[in-house]
């Protein structure tokens, strides 16, 4: 504590360790400075949220503890755990077929707080619910229910089954009785869990008993000739056995010392038992049943059960009573499967659990020697994949196998995208190619999230949870995902791997916040993205970019790089050792591949390049095609994509979208650091006007320079400028940006004339008014949609005036 590790580090191994004595398995933890004296990051893993951020309270609670050489009590800590721990882990049926997918590499995701899951992304997931799939039959399910049903349906296809009857009147048994004589067993017809149920019944007042007892779970009430044997269940998936087990009701040996209530409270001692199906056996209670057969033997639960002496507390062996289960699938006869496998097939349910009654399982399956008693559906897995004896049998394992065939991994193709500027248009562009050769499309973005080209949520949506919500889509069989640099430090992904990756560019923007200072800590925050890419994947980087070329180190798979220069020596390099790369070369823009180069396209002819001259749209157009020739599409339909991606609203809202009003040229764009603010001057400086105006502003969670460098680069670009403010300054007053921008605007050694007009549409209105035709106005917008709505508002309001005066 006083001359070792941080002590970061030391709340970091006593959070995985709470958690690991709780009974989650937690290894990976990771501890770093902040950059400021005993300020760390810690990062822990866990099996359950709500458990691992509470060991992570706690863990600081008794590292403290220590530090002030005081006592810590840890055990209703460690009760607390379990408790968190149980309340959310999955079952152990649902558990299997999860631990499956991620052995194969299958993606998965909770879609509740229970048991609901999706494996796989888009239009190739399938879905469970505990062990009922998507493609379980309703009317199976159904069927399995009403259980005379499904005896009915086996008699008739001359599977044994036992006689029976279905009464709905206690005055029905007598004659019930009369028919089928005794031993009986008497059960609900559409019970389950054993619920309800009563064997070897041999009298007529245990049949009555048994009858109210039943009818308390059901109308409808079974009376069935018991078969003598040993319980089994059989486990059919994809109409295959796949495990049959043994099982034995809840049983107690007596050591000739312990009263038998002691011997059930060892019993429930044993860490495999607990609630319910959390665990992998249940707990025995003390019920009526248990009541019922201590009386039968004249034993009372303080009876010394004498020593060797074993005694059965439950009539069925369901394990929800506390059974126990021994696994047999090597004894089943070949015979037997076939008989197996044909009644799933008659019920037509794709995982079923069946009840069999046998004396001896290793012999021909006869009406003298066994008989199917219950087809369940949705069964579960615990006998099987933990038998009490026996060897585990892969249930999980077959799920996965029926739902993904011949190694499919359920995946679709995900192009991430982040960088500082050009992130958005990368993304929609990529989306638009996409979509033009055929696709059905997911997109998200910081304007929305994009279903088949329908927006199905606005605003800031570029983080994981809008990432889940395109790949929970159905329709979807590609994503293109824009990926911010908030959304990363917060949450992560929203995915696990990519299949490409796009880095733009890496710039001043969003520094001195969460404790991202410099370049190169942004530049490790956009890394994640590469670094997530697969190891059969491509990684899209900006050979132009010094921060983005380096991220290559990280890329598992493949690389490509695009460059505004041909002769760039990375570009030369890359493409002579077989890689892939995009490049401008006087007007064209070209593609190398696999040692061929060929000229794709003029960069004037791409709509969003504004004719060529806009830099900055022409890297954001080379890494969409590095990403469409990766995915396989045409050049004829690359082209095809470039050339009908306009620079408009519907297209591409926000940026670079172009209006004509009273002969002024007008240009909405979202630009918002100092990095677009070089690029947009590079541009402007291309066009000619008789004079230019930027109705401008600046984010007030940005540094003091990074707002001054807006104003000095305005100041440089634009002949007239007005100052606006955002509906949410983030953080600072209004005046106070107006004073950086001004004080930007005033460094320059340029007459410049500064208006501050705060509400963005009479900032517009304003610089309408007060401008020459034939004027640039340039508009740095916050709220796009608002902006474009405006903007089409007085467009349309010109447009009636010309059509009225005939001009």
């Known amino acids: 504590m006083k001359q070792g590790t941080w002590l970061g580090h030391v709340v970091e191994h006593v959070a995985l360790e709470i958690q690991c004595l709780a009974g989650m398995e937690c290894g990976f933890g990771r501890t770093r400075s902040t950059g400021t004296h005993a300020e760390y990051f810690v990062v822990i893993s866990y099996v359950s949220a709500e458990a ?202 007596g050591d000739g010392k312990s009263t038998i209530v002691d011997l059930i409270e060892q019993e429930n001692a044993r860490s495999e038992r607990g609630i319910g199906h959390q665990n992998l056996l249940t707990v025995i209670t003390i019920d009526e049943q248990v009541t019922s057969i201590l009386h039968e033997h004249k034993f009372t639960l303080c009876t010394i059960l004498p020593l060797g002496t074993v005694l059965r507390l439950k009539r069925t062996a369901n394990l929800s009573t506390g059974g126990t289960a021994e696994d047999v699938t090597a004894l089943i006869p070949e015979e037997t499967r076939a008989l197996m496998e044909r009644v799933a097939r008659l019920i037509q349910l794709d995982i079923c659990g069946i009840d069999v009654i046998s004396k001896d399982i290793r012999q021909p399956f006869t009406a003298a020697m066994a008989a199917i008693l219950e087809v369940n559906a949705a069964p579960g897995f615990r006998m099987h994949i933990h038998p009490s004896l026996g060897k585990a049998q892969p249930a999980g394992e077959a799920v996965i196998d029926m739902l993904f065939p011949e190694g499919h991994t359920g995946r679709i193709p995900i192009v991430g995208i982040t960088g500082t500027n050009g992130k958005t248009t990368t993304t929609r562009l990529v989306a638009h190619l996409a979509a033009c050769s055929g696709l059905h499309v997911g997109c998200t973005t910081t304007e929305g999230i994009y279903i088949d080209g329908h927006c199905v949520e606005s605003g800031d949506c570029s983080g994981p949870r809008s990432a889940d919500t395109v790949l929970r889509d159905s329709i979807v069989d590609y994503a293109v995902l824009e990926c911010a640099r908030g959304g990363m430090l917060r949450s992560g992904l929203g995915f696990d791997q990519c299949d490409i990756s796009i880095v733009t560019n890496v710039a001043e923007d969003h520094l001195g916040i969460n404790y991202v200072h410099s370049l190169e800590d942004l530049a490790r925050v956009k890394a994640i993205l590469p670094e997530a890419t697969s190891p059969k994947g491509l990684a899209v980087l900006n050979a132009d970019d010094r921060y983005v070329s380096r991220m290559a180190s990280v890329v598992k798979g493949r690389v490509a790089f695009f460059s505004m220069d041909a002769n760039h020596n990375q570009l030369i390099e890359h493409f002579s050792t077989g890689g892939m790369i995009c490049y401008l070369d006087r007007g064209w823009i070209y593609i190398g591949a696999r040692g061929i180069k060929t000229k794709l396209i003029k960069a004037k002819d791409i709509p969003i390049t504004m004719a060529g001259k806009y830099d900055c749209m022409i890297q954001n157009a ?63 400086e291309r066009l000619n006007a008789p004079e230019k105006i930027g109705i401008i502003t600046a984010t007030g969670d940005r540094r003091d320079q990074d707002i001054v460098e807006i104003g000095v680069l305005s100041a440089q670009i634009f002949d007239k400028i007005i100052i606006r403010h955002d509906k949410d300054c983030r953080g600072r007053q209004p005046l106070q940006i107006s004073q950086l921008l001004m004080e930007g605007i005033m460094s320059v050694d340029k007459l410049v004339k500064i208006d501050v007009i705060s509400d963005e549409k009479e900032a517009i209105k304003h610089a309408l008014t007060h401008s020459k035709p034939g004027a640039l106005i340039l508009l740095s917008s916050d709220d796009s949609r608002e902006s474009l709505d405006y903007m089409t508002d007085w467009q349309n309001v010109e447009g009636q005036i010309r059509e009225y005066y005939g001009t």
């Open 52 to 253: 691992g951020k509470y060991a992570a309270e706690i863990a600081v609670a008794i590292v403290q503890a220590v530090a002030d050489n005081q006592p810590y009590d840890v055990r209703p800590v460690l009760e607390r755990l379990k408790q968190l721990y149980q309340a959310e882990k999955l079952g152990p049926s649902t558990q299997s077929i999860v631990d499956a997918a991620i052995a194969r590499g299958i993606p998965w995701r909770r879609l509740d707080a229970d048991s609901y899951i999706q494996f796989g992304l888009g239009k190739n997931q399938r879905r469970i619910r505990a062990t009922m799939t998507d493609a379980t039959s309703n009317i199976a399910v159904e069927s399995v229910q009403d259980k005379q049903h499904v005896k009915s349906l086996l008699a008739a296809n001359g599977i044994p089954v036992p006689a029976g009857k279905l009464i709905i009147a206690i005055d029905q048994l007598h004659e019930t009785i009369h028919e089928l004589g005794f031993p009986l067993v008497i059960k609900p017809n559409d019970g389950n869990h054993g619920r309800g149920v009563t064997t070897d019944i041999l009298d007529a007042k245990a049949a009555r008993e048994a009858f109210v007892k039943a009818q308390m779970e059901s109308t409808e009430v079974l009376v069935e000739r018991y078969i003598p044997g040993d319980d089994y269940r059989m486990l059919l998936v994809d109409f295959k056995l796949v495990a049959a087990s043994k099982r034995t009701p809840a049983t107690i040996i």
């Open 622 to 684: 080379m890494a969409a095609i590095l990403a469409a020739l990766e995915s396989g599409f045409s050049f004829d339909a690359i082209r095809l994509g470039l050339k009908t991606f306009l620079p408009t609203p519907e297209m591409n809202l926000g940026r670079m979208n172009e209006f004509w009003i009273a002969g002024r040229h007008i240009l909405v764009d979202y630009v918002h650091n100092p990095h677009g603010y070089v690029a947009l001057k590079k541009f402007i």
